[in-house]
C-alpha cells in the first residue's frame, strides 16, 4: 500500500525508511513533507494574520483590499496608508518574532537545554539595560548625553546583547561551554540586568522612566521603515548563516566526544552558532524592545510542530513571526479602544510555558 | 625530531601496515597525568583491546588515539602523519569513534541517527547524496537494525542501541574504529552479540579496530591482540595468550588467579582465586 501512496505521489522510495531523498543537481537533502506543511500552513496564516492587523485602525480596510494594495493593486489612498502607514508596524513584528524565534532556535539547540532561550539567560536583559541607560541618560547629561543619544538605541542594544554574551559565555567556560552550566551563569546574569535596570528606572526623571517602560514591554507602536531596515538586514544576513551552520547544530546534539569524531570543529562551530543567534536577538530587541517569551516558545512550538529532535530553524522562524504579528493583533483588538504593547500578550502566553519548564526540570532532577 | 624526519619514518609505518602510533605519549588532565611516556601500534586489519583495572589511563589513551586529547609530550601518528597537524574533517574519514554510553536527543530515529555518521562526507547543501543514503542503508542491513529504522532511539533496548551506534560508526566508513567500552550496561547475551558484531566488522569488512575493555575473558576471545594497563604505562602488549598469565594479572589487577583454556575458543579464561586481600 505505501508502494503505490509513493508511486501515486510520483517518487521513488528511498532505501532508508523515513529518508526520502530530495536531490537536485549538487543539492542534496532530505524530504520532509511534515515540515514543508507547517512551513506553508504558518506562512498562510502569517499573511492573514498581518492582513488583518494592517486593517485595522482608524479607517478600516478589509482583507481582501489590504492583500491586494499588498500585490500591487488598490487606490492610492490605501496604497498610502497600508504601505507607508501601517505595514512597517506589521513587517517590523513579523521579523522581529523571527529574529528573536531563530536566536531561541540556535541557543536551546547549543545548550541542549530549552531554558537556554536569550530571555531567560540574560541576552536580551543585556540589551534592554544598554536601551534604558541610553532613554534614562540622553536627556540628563549634557555633552555625553548626546553624544549618547547619537549613538542610539539600537546600538546601544546591540552592544549590550554582544556584551552579556561575551560575559555569559566568559563565565560559562569550563573547558568547552556546557549547556547547564551556561543556562545558570545566564539566569544569574538576567537578576544582575534586571536590577540594574530598575535602577535606571528609579534614578531617572518621571518623563524618561515612562518612555522606557514603554519600550521595556515590548511594544510596535509607532514603528516606521527606520525600524523594519535594521532587522530586515539582520535577518537577510543571519538566518541564511543560520540555515548553513544547522547543519553543524544537527552533529552538535550529540556529546561534544561524538561530534569531533565526526569532524566538527565544536567550539569554533559553537563560537560561530553564538554569535549568530546573539546578533539576531539584540537587533530584534532594539528595533522592539525585549518582547518576551517569543524567542523561548516559538522553537518549543515549531519542534513538536515538525516532529524534529531539536528546534529547526526556517520552522522557528515563521512561528516566531506569526506568533507576534498575531499576539499584536490580540493586543490591539481584544480590550476595547486600550491598545495593549504586544509584550503584553506574548508574556500571558509564554510565562504559563515557562512555568511548565521549570516544573519538569525540577521533577527530572528529582527522579 | 624534524618535520622531514616524521614524514620519512610515516612512510616507513605506513609500509609496515601500522595504522595508528602513540609515541612517547603523555596524558593528562590539568597538573594530574594519567598516563605517562606510553608507546604503542596498532596494525592494519588487527583488534586490539585495552585492558586494566578502573584509573589506569584506558580511555584516556583511546581519546588521545581518536584526537579528542591532545598529549602533552609525544605525538599520536595517523597514517604515518600527526594527528593534531591534520584537518578535524580528513581524520573523521579515515578514524571513527565511539565514545562511552554515547547520548542521543530525545527523539531521534534510528534512521536520523546512522545518518549522522555521514557528516565527514557532507556539506550544507549535501546533506543526503546517493553515496549517503546506500552507505547508510547498507550499514543499517548489516548492523540488522533496518526494520527499527524509524524508532526512536531511546526507546530502543541497550543491546539495540548499542548496535545502532555502532551502525553509525560504520556509515561513516572510517577503516579505523575507536570503541570505549561498547558493553558497559549490557547484559552478558548483548555483550556478545556487539563484540560478535565487532569482530564481523573486521574479518568481514576490514575495519582495524581499538577498544577499551572491562572483561578479560571477553577480551581475550574478541581480539587479536591486548595491550594491559596499569598507572598510565603499558605493563605488557601482544595476542591474547602472552599476556593473560597468572604472573600478569596478579601485576595489573592485583588479583590471584587461574588461567586455564576456554572450552569454546581455546582462549585464555581468568579464573579468580581473590585479590589476596
Known sequence: ?367 | MTQTATDGAGSALVAAGIRLRAEDVSLGYGDRLVVDGLDLDVTQNTVTSVIGPNGCGKSTLLRALGRLLVPSRGHVLLDGKRIDKMPTKEVATILGLLPQAPSAPEGLTVGDLVSRGRHPHQAWYRQWSADDESAVAEALTWTNMADLAERPVDELSGGQRQRAWISMALAQGTDLLLLDEPTTYLDLSHQVEVLELVRRLNREVGRTVVMVLHDLNLAARYSDRLVAMRDGRVVAAGEPADVITEPLLAEVFGLRAKVIPDPVAGTPLVVPVGTGA
Do not use: C
Open chain 1, 1 to 367: 500500500m505505501t508502494a503505490t501512496v509513493e508511486k501515486a505521489r510520483g517518487r521513488t522510495p528511498g532505501l532508508v525508511p523515513g529518508r526520502d531523498p530530495l536531490r537536485l543537481g549538487r543539492f542534496s537533502g532530505v524530504w520532509r513533507p511534515r515540515t514543508v506543511v507547517v512551513l506553508v500552513v504558518a506562512a498562510a496564516v502569517l499573511v492573514v494574520g498581518a492582513a488583518l492587523n494592517i486593517g485595522r485602525g482608524e479607517f478600516p480596510i478589509s482583507v481582501g483590499e489590504v492583500l491586494s494594495v499588498l500585490f500591487g493593486g488598490g487606490d492610492q489612498a490605501q496604497r498610502f496608508i497600508v504601505l507607508d502607514l501601517r505595514l512597517p508596524r506589521t513587517l517590523t513584528g513579523a521579523l522581529v518574532g523571527g529574529a528573536l524565534a531563530v536566536a531561541g532556535a540556535i541557543l536551546q539547540a547549543v545548550a541542549r537545554n530549552p531554558l537556554a532561550a536569550p530571555d531567560i539567560i540574560g541576552i536580551t536583559m543585556g540589551a534592554s539595560a544598554a536601551a534604558v541607560a541610553v532613554i534614562v541618560l540622553s536627556s540628563g547629561f549634557g555633552a555625553v548625553g548626546a553624544l549618547a543619544g547619537a549613538v542610539g538605541l539600537p546600538v546601544a542594544a546591540l552592544l549590550g546583547g554582544l556584551l552579556t554574551a561575551t560575559s555569559i559565555y566568559v563565565l560559562a567556560w569550563r573547558r568547552g561551554v556546557h549547556g547547564f552550566r551556561l543556562v545558570l551563569v545566564g539566569i544569574g546574569m538576567n537578576a544582575i540586568l534586571y536590577a540594574l535596570v530598575n535602577w535606571l528606572l528609579i534614578a531617572a526623571q518621571v518623563y524618561e522612566a515612562a518612555r522606557a517602560q514603554v519600550w521595556l514591554n515590548g511594544s510596535l507602536n509607532a514603528r516606521g521603515w527606520e525600524h523594519v531596515v535594521p532587522v530586515g538586514v539582520a535577518l537577510v544576513v543571519l538566518v541564511p548563516a543560520a540555515l548553513v551552520l544547522a547543519h553543524v547544530l544537527g552533529g552538535l546534539q550529540f556529546g561534544d566526544d561524538t561530534a569531533r569524531g565526526l569532524g566538527i570543529r565544536v567550539d569554533a562551530a559553537r563560537t560561530a552558532l553564538l554569535v549568530v543567534a546573539v546578533g539576531l536577538a539584540a537587533v530584534a530587541t532594539a528595533s522592539a524592545g525585549p518582547i518576551a517569551f517569543v524567542a523561548l516558545v516559538s522553537p518549543q512550538i515549531a519542534q513538536r510542530l515538525v516532529g524534529a529532535p531539536r528546534p529547526p530553524i526556517a520552522a522557528s522562524l515563521m512561528v516566531g513571526a506569526t506568533l507576534v504579528v498575531l499576539s499584536d493583533l490580540v493586543a490591539r483588538t481584544a480590550f476595547g479602544s486600550a491598545e495593549l504593547p504586544v509584550g503584553v500578550i506574548t508574556a500571558v502566553l509564554g510565562a504559563p510555558y515557562l512555568l511548565h519548564l521549570l516544573v519538569r526540570h525540577g521533577r527530572e532532577a528529582r527522579a
